[in-house]
């Protein structure tokens, strides 16, 4: 079955380090979007892309970059981590072309803690 | 995309049904009116969707008043697994760009 993963589920690093999260999709889905969620802030958009080669900025990138280099991968960098990076990502596609729906489907997320 | 407005919490008692209310008064025409569940520690799974006809899936239903400035979410025979965070958003389809999630219901389903 299609499917939307992510990996690692479980990250700790350390503050300055460099980190990828990784996110793959098999549903061919042109958009794909980057979200953090906090206790109190609720699911905030950092990156969007809406096919290869094409990324945006959202409500939250500073500290972030993505590149999509295929439909199915958007993998999430921090260029130096920091604590107040420490968060639940979610990464989710969606395929504006189908006529049914344009629903976005979330992958499981993974927790970053960055001590 | 129009603001919605929710309650915080609702409690309902295992095998009856949830009723979950929305508020989206400042509805614009094309926009639709979407329904997504956070189940704790998961992504948000998308529920049901609709503009101005009532809409019913395998997993709920969707009542839209007539002059589509609310809405209900109705999960027929609810079990503890829907304890959730329910959101509701209103957003013009395929407009592209990202979902904005409010706040939500918190729903408890209690045996």
């Known amino acids: 079955d299609a499917e939307i993963t992510q990996s690692p589920r479980h990250k700790i690093t350390e503050t300055g380090r460099q980190v990828t999260l990784a996110c793959h999709q098999t549903?061919?889905?042109?958009?794909m979007f980057w979200y953090r969620q906090d206790l109190g802030h609720g699911l905030r958009l950092i990156h969007y892309s809406y096919g290869v080669h094409d990324t945006n900025k959202g409500e939250v990138s500073d500290g972030y970059s993505v590149s999509r280099s295929n439909t199915e991968d958007l993998p999430l960098t921090l260029e130096s981590a920091a604590s107040s990076q420490t968060s639940v990502y979610f990464c989710a596609s969606s395929d504006p072309g189908r006529a049914s729906t344009d629903t976005q489907y979330f992958g499981p997320g993974t927790r970053l803690t960055v001590l | 995309d129009a603001k919605t407005t929710q309650p915080t919490s609702m409690d309902c008692a295992e095998g009856r049904a949830a009723n979950l209310p929305c508020n989206h008064s400042?509805?614009?025409?094309?926009?639709?009116v979407y329904w997504y569940r956070q189940i704790h520690s998961q992504g948000p799974q998308y529920i049901i969707h609709?503009?101005?006809n009532n809409e019913t899936n395998e997993m709920a239903s969707l009542i839209i008043t007539e002059d589509r400035k609310s809405s209900t979410l109705i999960l027929p025979h609810a079990t503890l697994r829907d304890t959730a965070v329910y959101y509701c958003i209103v957003r013009v389809r395929g407009s592209q760009g990202n979902l904005i999630f409010g706040k939500g219901t918190k729903l408890s389903v209690k045996p």
């Open positions: 400042t509805i614009s025409g094309n926009e639709y």
């Open positions: 549903w061919n889905h042109n958009n």
């Open positions: 609709g503009l101005k």
